[in-house]
């Protein structure tokens, strides 16, 4: 099968809201009055990103799920995107597999497969999505003021303690490893909790690598602090919903690790303010997705941790940085 035979056939569907898809030398898309672009771009490379065999289902939805995640941090709707896509060889199981998984995933969300590139090489995928916002009203980084609230969506440390399984370096029962392997390989980007939260939330963005990595750059953007309870923050993680109750089974350190800077988590963590916790909460009722108040933004700036007796927490957690 050649390269423009296995774009029609994987990667060509007739388009909806876009003006133009797949086969010119651009798509066209036509946002609506009013409203902004937001885009956004996530590439996945063989080895770094995900294990040669991990299931191709599952593949193209985390694709395309990390990219739908930027779109929610910014509470946009996502309208299309596109994907680049190098192949070591044409496999069509395995190229079958994929695109229902990431065609799945689109259809779910309204996003449209409009263009891309494909060539032979080593496995990599990189999808740019586009998605609309009213003018002005994206969640952005820059937004939190001192005294206010620090929220974060579903869970946290879940990926992040499967791969710690996977790679033999935690014990895990086959339940457990079973439920978090699924938040590894098949996050839920919190696209609608992101649009309801417009208005509401002062700042905002997904966590990615790392709760606390991830929740500094909000911090530094904004100019606060942020003190955080990591008895609040330990609860999140799904496979250890009672910490005492796993405790003989895992270094409560793990869980706090794979929770304050595990990473793979694609959760939203925003601020608002005290005045606006119930809106938080409609919000999160609204969309059906949990949201959880794990700390304060401050004005001294700089992260501190303390525990469920208001202590400070000393030991530090560090997120994931590709060149550290
Ligand atoms: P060009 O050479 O003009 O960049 P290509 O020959 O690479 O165009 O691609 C032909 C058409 O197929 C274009 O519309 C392009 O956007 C689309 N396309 C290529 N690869 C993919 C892909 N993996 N998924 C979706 N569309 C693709
Ligand atoms: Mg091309």
Redesign the pocket.
């Known amino acids: 099968m050649g390269e423009?035979d296995l774009?029609a056939r994987y990667?060509?569907r007739p388009t909806r809201r876009a003006v133009l898809g797949?086969?010119?030398?651009c798509?066209l898309l036509a946002p609506a009055p009013g409203m902004q672009l937001a885009v956004s771009s996530d590439m996945l490379v063989e080895g770094r990103h995900f294990f040669a065999d991990v299931d191709p289902e599952a593949l193209g939805h985390k694709a395309l799920a990390v990219n739908l995640s930027d779109l929610a941090a910014c509470g946009a709707r996502p309208l299309a995107f596109?994907?680049?896509?190098a192949l070591p060889r044409v496999q069509e199981p395995w190229l079958e597999a994929f695109a229902r998984g990431l065609l799945r995933l689109a259809d779910a969300h309204g996003c449209e497969?409009v263009?891309?590139?494909?060539t032979q090489g080593p496995l990599n995928l990189c999808i740019t999505i586009f998605g609309e916002v009213p003018a002005g009203q994206a969640l952005l980084r820059g937004g939190a003021r001192a005294g206010e609230d620090i929220w974060v969506s579903g869970t946290l440390g879940d990926a992040r303690l499967a791969l710690e399984a996977l790679l033999g370096r935690a014990p895990l029962p086959p339940a457990l490893l079973q439920a978090a392997r699924q938040r590894l390989e098949r996050p839920t980007p919190r696209v609608a909790l992101g649009q309801a939260l417009r208005g509401v939330a002062s700042a905002a963005l997904d966590v990615s690598d790392g709760l606390l990595g991830d929740l500094g750059h909000l911090l530094r953007a904004s100019g606060v602090g942020a003190c955080i309870d990591t008895s609040e923050t330990i609860k999140l993680i799904a496979a250890g919903a009672d910490p005492e109750s796993v405790k003989p089974q895992f270094d409560l350190e793990l869980l706090h690790q794979c929770t304050l800077a595990g990473g793979d988590d694609y959760e939203l963590v925003f601020t608002a303010p005290v005045a606006a916790r119930a809106a938080v909460e409609a919000a999160g009722r609204a969309t059906g997705t949990p949201v959880t108040r794990i700390g304060r933004t401050e004005a001294a700036p700089g992260l501190r941790l303390i525990d469920a007796q208001g202590r400070a927490v000393t030991r530090s957690y560090a997120s994931f940085d590709h060149f550290a």
Not at 115 to 118: K, L, R, S, Y
Request: zero cysteines; charged letters at 15%.
């Open positions: 423009f774009i990667f060509t797949v086969g010119d030398d798509a596109t994907l680049a896509l497969l263009g891309g590139d494909t």
